[in-house]
């Protein structure tokens, strides 16, 4: 097994012995720890996992693999609190709920086992540390960063549909409504970048968020707050093909991974804080201003993403 093939399938069994664990648990910090847990499995498998599909996929479809990627992974989140439901409604007690995601876990790492392989050994390597050195893709990790400062919580989204008018009951048809969305509109984001250029679906896609986030701040009718939950999953599902495949296209070959890490490292640190920030302009001053101030971030990162990544045709 080679060296991302073992780091993707270490990720991937630590969420799988941890998440049944929730079936035991009698305090918070119990909870808390398999919490950790999980999102250590996940931060383990991430840039691996994502290596492995940039090497597997040819530079002319690399947008597309990443976004059917993304979109089988919300497929997975969108599917779960189905089957969840369904499992609710035969009397199944919580508890042995969480015991059964040992299945779905054991299946992940059978198929990862036996049916991936890696396309190239990099076991003899220098493993090297930090930040890749390529100015386009530091520059580009910068804007990133910018653009997320100015996202938020997707609670925040439902907050406001309350706020609005949307009943409570009619929240999970909403979000549902999101993420099937966000699940049919991946593959083909990804691949719009393929075709297009990264440069420009990623800046039509930032110029969508910014569209979204202002309706957000003036809404006033909860039908229209269907359509722009609906914008909003387009919206995500067509960034997130996209943004990877840059990332690969902007390093040479043997920074892939550690592009890849630094990538989801500035995603996650922008996120903390971008969240708290929100919540404290929105309770202090409302939400108009809490979402004014996230579309003037996303169009800030729109005019210095080309000073980032000039790449106005796809790459051959």
Do not use: C
């Not at 993707?8 to 035991?24: D, E, M, N, Q, S």
């Not at 490292?265 to 996120?271: D, N, R, S």
């Amino acid at each position: 097994m080679g060296r991302l093939k073992a780091a993707t399938f270490v990720g991937y069994a630590v969420a799988a012995v941890v998440r049944p664990l929730l079936a035991i648990t009698a305090a918070w910090w119990q909870i808390l720890l398999v919490r950790f847990g999980d999102r250590l499995g996940k931060a383990v498998r991430g840039a691996p996992r994502d290596r492995l599909i940039a090497d597997a996929a040819p530079p002319e479809i690399r947008g597309r693999a990443f976004g059917y990627h993304s979109g089988m992974d919300n497929a997975g989140a969108l599917g779960g609190p189905l089957i969840v439901y369904w499992m609710l409604a035969l009397g199944m007690k919580p508890r042995n709920i969480f015991a059964w995601t040992v299945v779905p876990g054991l299946l992940s790492l059978l198929i990862l086992g036996a049916g991936v392989q890696e396309t190239k050994s990099i076991g003899r390597e220098k493993i090297e540390v930090g930040i890749p050195d390529a100015p386009r893709f530091r520059r580009l990790l910068a804007v990133i960063f910018v653009f997320t400062l100015g996202s938020s919580s997707d609670s925040f989204l439902q907050w406001r549909a309350r706020e609005v008018g949307v009943s409570a009951a009619h929240l999970p048809l909403l979000w549902f409504i999101l993420a099937f969305i966000r699940v049919s509109s991946s593959t083909p984001g990804g691949e719009l970048s393929d075709r297009w250029g990264r440069h420009n679906t990623i800046i039509s896609e930032w110029l969508l968020y910014s569209a979204v986030y202002l309706g957000f701040a003036f809404v006033s009718a909860p039908r229209t707050i269907w359509l722009l939950f609906a914008v909003y999953g387009l919206f995500s599902g067509l960034t997130e093909g996209s943004e990877r495949a840059l990332v690969i296209d902007l390093v040479a070959e043997e920074w892939r991974g550690r592009a890849l890490g630094a990538y989801k490292a500035a995603v996650g640190i922008a996120l903390l804080p971008a969240s708290v920030f929100f919540g404290v302009v929105y309770q202090q001053w409302g939400a108009q201003p809490a979402f004014i101030l996230g579309a003037a971030l996303a169009l800030i990162a729109i005019f210095l993403l080309p000073a980032s990544a000039p790449l106005a045709k796809p790459p051959t």
